[in-house]
């Protein structure tokens, strides 16, 4: 199949046709992955891949040939390789910076408990980061992930699970989405790297709010 009909049924969410794309571009993505000198770069660069087939113009490539998009796509992995270098070598921070101006008031109550998922997100090994990444944002099954990362299912299943005990524990709320699905939700994404998240969390919101404002 063409490049531009796989990217096509890729960004309409084909996940067969973006597992394709990333088997097309795997010697681009060994290739530019040794430049970064860090474990785990190979995987960095296939969560951008899917993240350019996402947000991609197909306008732009109406009358493109194979080559020319492959040329594109390759350029732009180029590019991030050299972002991902730079934030490697400037390293990740080690704690969230909230900015409460940023943030609509009615989140305000919940911001403790964002605040805590992040730093429990960011104590997962870069690989279990990596398959939470893959599901809970990418939207892949755990069986497509397995094929992405080259992993068994069995380790898929251990990295959610650590995430879920690391929650739960303790008395924490449960993972899920508004719609009792369980998910990770982006507050907002960093080009540079992928660092933080929303968990929501199912109890009503006044029963999580802080103190400071019940009764506001």
């Known amino acids: ?22 088997k097309d571009f795997d010697g681009a993505l060994k290739k530019l992955s040794k430049s970064l000198h860090h474990e785990e770069a190979e995987t960095d660069l296939i969560i951008e891949l899917l ?3 996402k947000t991609i113009d197909m306008e ?34 080690e704690h969230v910076e909230i900015n409460y101006d940023l943030i ?8 403790e408990n964002d605040t805590a998922t992040s730093i429990l997100i960011q104590s997962l090994v870069k690989q ?13 099954s755990e069986k497509d992930i397995s094929k992405i990362l080259g992993i068994s299912r069995q380790a898929v299943n251990r990295a959610l699970n650590n995430l879920r005990k690391l929650y739960l524990g303790d008395g924490g709320e449960t993972i899920g989405r508004k719609d009792d699905r ?29 103190p400071g404002r019940k009764g506001a």
């Open 1 to 22: 199949m063409e490049l531009y009909d796989l990217l096509k049924k890729a960004k309409d969410n084909d996940k067969d046709a973006a597992y394709e794309i990333i």
């Open 128 to 140: 279990q980061r990596d398959i939470i990444i893959l599901e809970f944002i990418q939207g892949f």
């Open 60 to 93: 732009i490539f109406k009358h493109s040939t194979h080559k020319q998009i492959a040329k594109y796509i390759h350029m732009h992995l180029k590019k991030r390789t050299v972002d991902l270098f730079r934030a490697h070598k400037n390293k990740i921070k």
């Open 51 to 53: 993240e350019l087939i």
């Open 104 to 111: 609509p008031d009615e989140t305000v109550g919940g911001i």
């Open 182 to 210: 369980t998910s990770l939700q982006p507050r907002y994404m960093d080009r540079t790297y992928c660092n933080s998240y929303i968990l929501y969390s199912q109890k009503p919101r006044e029963e999580r709010s802080s």
